[in-house]
């Protein structure tokens, strides 16, 4: 027999599962707690590389013009550790800005409360079918004319009021199952790479990414798709009727 989702599918009704709206407000209230903290880390130090070492002395991938550690660093002469061609250190001739302790407690925090929501929903999604039947786009979905004709609807201003809930246009299809199977586990998987504590029991961790640097670059970038997709999934709630959208995501109808 049909699941009761397929039936009010079906009948053309919206209405979010309780463990959608449940897992839902678990991973955009941690989310929103990580963009906060990680931020205010990544400010101690803006800058990315490239392997297993990073800092001050070594030319970064990308510089990130974000806090007060940002600008140019003045250096005292460089002393050899161990001869030419091996590695410097230098003093420091400014104090750096490093107020973050309460940010990373806070962010190693928000994450395990992260992987709660993300493995819950990703669990029930794919033993009830939901991850299939909702998210995952089927093949004559990506035709080209189908595709262009969402983008063109996305783009028509003003939008019209949508219902909330599935069935989802192929663009919210590919939104949502990028972040939920891809950009989510992801960010999680490259940020336990750069702990210590975690590493030190899991080496391999790290090599995946090609280093616990590497894993901080991809980190950032995967921290960026995320928080755009936020932006851009709250304006297109303003857009499409934040009230009913809300009403939806608490009660379900």
Not at 81 to 98: I, K, M, S, Y
Not at 183 to 198: D, E, Q, V, Y
């Amino acid at each position: 027999m049909p699941q009761e989702s397929e039936v009010e599918e079906a009948m053309g009704m919206s209405r979010h599962r309780p463990w959608v709206r449940l897992t839902h407000w678990l991973i955009a209230l941690s989310v929103v707690v990580l963009i906060f903290s990680g931020v205010t880390i990544l400010m101690a130090h803006p800058r990315l590389y490239w392997g297993n070492a990073g800092n001050g002395l070594i030319t970064p991938l990308l510089e990130i013009p974000l806090g007060p550690n940002s600008h140019a660093t003045a250096w005292s002469p460089r002393t050899p550790f161990f001869g030419v061609g091996g590695p410097d250190t230098a003093d420091r001739l400014a104090e750096p800005w490093n107020q973050n302790g309460w940010a990373r407690s806070l962010h190693f925090l928000a994450a395990w409360l992260f992987l709660v929501g993300l493995l819950s929903y990703l669990s029930i999604g794919l033993l009830t079918d939901h991850a299939r039947r909702v998210l995952m786009p089927q093949r004559r979905e990506l035709r080209r004319e189908n595709l262009w004709r969402d983008i063109r609807a996305h783009l028509h201003l003003p939008m019209p009021a949508a219902k909330p809930g599935p069935p989802y246009s192929i663009l919210q299809k590919l939104a949502y199952s990028g972040v939920a199977f891809v950009a989510l586990p992801l960010m999680f998987l490259t940020g336990i790479s750069m702990s210590p504590a975690i590493t030190a029991s899991y080496p391999l961790l790290p090599d995946i990414f090609g280093g616990t640097q590497s894993a901080r670059t991809i980190h950032f970038f995967t921290f960026s798709f995320v928080a755009l997709f936020l932006l851009v999934h709250l304006v297109m709630i303003v857009l499409t009727g934040p009230a009913r959208q809300l009403r939806a995501m608490v009660r379900g109808n």
